[in-house]
């Protein structure tokens, strides 16, 4: 499971779907003041929870409203450089691969003080049935994810 790369033919980088800045605080770190590993998850989440939200996917309604929904089926991270309380970091969502059933959502952490990457990830996503069986991803949300890869 690899991310696709986030540069464009060019080296530069492709622009995010959504991004979020935060300061990194005290419930984000170890006692040594690095940034605990499981705290990137919860972001990732947030974020592409409210991408999925601002066009109209709200996960709470999707059964109800297209009769389906969404499950995470993987997640990974790997973490590139240290970061530290009071960083201030923008997590980048980008979409990534679109299969069958499941989407790749990507994920890049840079630190804003010296445009740093220190972390990145990837949330696979699966489009399910309301027994949970996997569906192909509907058009509405394929169109969605395709205007973003």
């Known amino acids: 499971m690899t991310a696709a790369p986030t540069a464009t033919s060019n080296g530069e980088r492709r622009p995010p779907a959504h991004q979020h800045t935060q300061r990194l605080s005290y419930a984000d ?8 590993y499981a705290t990137w998850f919860p972001r990732m989440e947030a974020l592409q929870t409210e991408w999925l939200f601002l066009h109209g996917f709200r996960q709470d309604t999707l059964l109800e409203r297209f009769g ?29 691969e679109i299969g069958t059933s499941s989407v790749r959502f990507d994920f890049e952490m840079w630190r804003c003080a010296d445009d740093t990457l220190v ?13 949970q069986r996997p569906i192909r991803i509907p058009e509405i949300l394929r169109e969605r994810l395709a205007a973003e890869a």
Do not use: H, K, M, Q
């Open 29 to 36: 770190t170890d006692p040594a003041g690095i940034l605990y």
């Open 119 to 131: 972390a990145t990830a990837s949330n696979w996503l699966v489009t399910v049935s309301p027994d």
């Open 68 to 96: 389906w929904w969404t499950v995470s089926r993987a997640t990974r991270c790997d973490y590139l450089e240290a970061a530290r309380l009071f960083d201030e970091i923008t997590i980048e969502l980008r979409v990534g």
